[in-house]
């Protein structure tokens, strides 16, 4: 059975911004190691800065993401659905809009996951078996949002960002 990784709503409540503090915000970060291995672990982007989006709106926490955006789609896994062992097509982000769904890599580690969380894959290169394996949970289908990268903006190391 994988090992199962904490739950980012716990991780979520723990690190709240008040007006001055720049937040922090979990995330679950899929990657492979110099071995060729995919990982799965829970990590933290930080940098936010204040910044109106224009008009009379009052500034809020952003945090620009680098990278050139390739494709922007939406995702919808049917009940049962499983992706069985495969690789990110692109390094992404895909963050589920209603429903749930998991991940489980290489290294023994999985995330169950649901809206309000987000997810970086970029499991390119694996050796073996390949990547991960994904699917849909509980009884209804998981929407998904996915926004790729041409190149990934972020280091394959557990702390990218």
Same mark, same amino acid.
């Given at each position: 059975?994988?090992?199962? =990784? #904490? ?9 709240? @911004?008040?007006? !001055?503090?720049?937040?922090? *915000? ?50 919808? =896994? #049917? ?9 990110? @097509?692109?390094? !992404?982000?895909?963050?589920? *809009? ?64």
């Amino acid at each position: 059975m994988p090992d199962l =990784l #904490p739950d980012l709503a716990h991780l979520r409540a723990a690190v709240t @911004p008040d007006d !001055q503090a720049s937040p922090s *915000l979990p995330y679950y970060h899929m990657w492979t190691d110099t071995g060729g291995v995919s990982r799965l672990n829970t990590a933290m982007m930080a940098n936010f800065g204040q910044k109106s989006v224009g008009g009379g709106a009052a500034p809020q926490w952003l945090r620009p993401f680098p990278g050139e955006v390739e494709a922007v789609s939406f995702a919808v =896994l #049917p009940v049962g659905w499983v992706g069985e062992w495969h690789e990110s @097509p692109k390094p !992404q982000w895909v963050v589920p *809009l209603s429903g749930r769904w998991f991940l489980e890599t290489m290294d023994g580690h999985r995330a169950e996951m649901g809206p309000g969380d987000l997810h970086f894959g970029q499991d390119q290169e694996t050796k073996g078996e390949k990547g991960h394996r994904s699917g849909q949970l509980g009884d209804e289908p998981c929407v998904q949002l996915i926004v790729q990268f041409r190149v990934s903006p972020g280091a394959a190391t557990a702390e990218p960002f």
